[in-house]
Structure formats: C-alpha cells, structure tokens
C-alpha cells in the first residue's frame, strides 16, 4: 500500500486571491437610509457573480456585531491577481461601485492577499 507521507494535499497547491474591504457609510444618512443603502449594495455586487471572468465568489455582510467599527464588508475570492485587476476595471463593477457604493462611503479599507 502507498502512503502520501511527505506530500502536499491537492488543496494546498490550490492558490485563490482574496479581495476584503470594509466600508463606513456617511454619518448623513439616517439608519433606515442606511440600512437600504447596504442592501443595495449587497444586492448589486453579489449580482455580479457570474459577470466577471476569473471570479470564484462574492459575498457582501451588512449586519455587523456591535462591535464593529464598520458598516459592511465584501469578501471576494478571484482566481489570480489578473482575475482580480480585470475585476476592478470590468463595466459591470465599475457601474455598481460607481452607482451603489462610492456616494455613499465615507471609508474604505481593503485587503487582498493570496490564499
């Protein structure tokens, strides 16, 4: 019998880029405003699974804890970096960031990372 002692598991030369970034919206907006601009939000960037080539999954959270010190976060996974920049610039992103996210953000960290 053959042992697979020594050797990497298939998942672990499996390699994915994440893209994470957290929002804070702008103090102007009422939390009903709000609460409607994070749905949007979600609604249009999730709508966008499917539409960009190299996207394995996009997953927008509007319901922090608390304890968060911000509004809502996208979690996105993209199969290499040239998946990710092609993202960024693809007419279907740029009409929901443009439309939905960016007149109402008043932050925006994020963090991409190989995993």
């Known amino acids: 019998m053959l042992g697979f002692k020594g050797r990497k598991s ?4 499996i390699k994915m880029v994440k893209h994470v970034i957290l929002w804070t919206l702008k103090d102007e907006f009422s939390d ?3 609460a409607d601009i ?7 960037l999730e709508g966008l699974k499917g539409q960009i080539p190299g996207m394995i ?6 319901d922090p804890l608390a304890s968060s010190n911000c509004d809502l976060m996208l979690d996105s996974s993209f199969e290499d970096e040239a998946s990710l920049k092609g993202y960024a610039v693809h007419p279907a992103h740029v009409a929901v960031a443009d439309g939905k996210v960016r007149p109402y953000t008043a932050s925006r960290v994020c963090m991409d990372y190989e995993a």
Do not use: C, S, Y
């Open 10 to 13: 298939l998942l672990e030369d």
């Open 57 to 62: 999954d996009i997953k927008v959270n509007i």
């Open 32 to 34: 009903a405003q709000k």
């Open 38 to 44: 994070k749905k949007g939000i979600k609604e249009g």
